[in-house]
Each structure stands twice: as structure tokens, then as C-alpha cells.
């Protein structure tokens, strides 16, 4: 079983940046794919970015032009990269990666944006 483990978060100002890191305790291939939800108090968990192989990845609207995802295949990893981050990013950040039909989660880290 491969287990994902978060870091990176804390408290960031508004328009301030967060970087988020997920490492991989085993191979993840470069055909499955990696990415980041998000779940706030409250509300549901959503999805924020993913990456498959390559550059191949997807944002959520929300997000799209303050947010990079990256992966490093060799490495078995993926990067968030928050810009200008606002208060509504604030939420518990999840790192996943999908093997045929299951999800696999990592423990979360909680990102507030706050003044």
C-alpha cells in the first residue's frame, strides 16, 4: 500500500504564496493520475488541480492562473504551487493519486489565509 504524506501549509497573508508538497512512499506511475482537493469547514471536498503524465493537467476554475501543479515522476511526487492566495483558499489540502478505480489519500495539511 502506498502511503502520501503532505507538507507545506500554515498561515499565509492574502496575495501571499504556500508551496505544498506530496511524497509517495512507493512508484506511482506516470499514467495515474496525482493531484490536490481541498475541503473547507463546512463544505465538501473539491478538487483543485490534477496531473497525469507530462503537462497534461487540470484546474479547477477557482484556482486556475495563481495555482501550478507539478510532478516529478522519478521522484514520486507532486507540487502545488499557491499564488496570490486568498482567504476562501483557506481549507484542509489532501494530496491523491488514482490506481484503476480506488483513490488514494494522503492525511491532509491545513492551509489558512488569513491577516
Known amino acids: 500500500q502506498v502511503q502520501l504524506v503532505e507538507s507545506g501549509g500554515g498561515l499565509v497573508q492574502p496575495g501571499g504564496s504556500l508551496r505544498l508538497s506530496c511524497a509517495a512512499s512507493g512508484r506511482i506511475l506516470s499514467f495515474e493520475p496525482m493531484g490536490w482537493y481541498r475541503q473547507a469547514p463546512g463544505k465538501q471536498r473539491e478538487l483543485v488541480a490534477t496531473i497525469v503524465s507530462g503537462d497534461d493537467s487540470n484546474y479547477a476554475s477557482s484556482v486556475k492562473g495563481r495555482f501550478t501543479i507539478t510532478r516529478d515522476d522519478a521522484k514520486n511526487t507532486v507540487t502545488l504551487q499557491m499564488n496570490s492566495l486568498k482567504p476562501e483558499d483557506t481549507a484542509v489540502y489532501y494530496c491523491?493519486?488514482?490506481?484503476?478505480?480506488?483513490?488514494?489519500w494522503g492525511q491532509g495539511t491545513q492551509v489558512t489565509v488569513s491577516s
Open positions: 491523491y493519486f488514482r490506481r484503476w478505480s480506488n483513490d488514494n
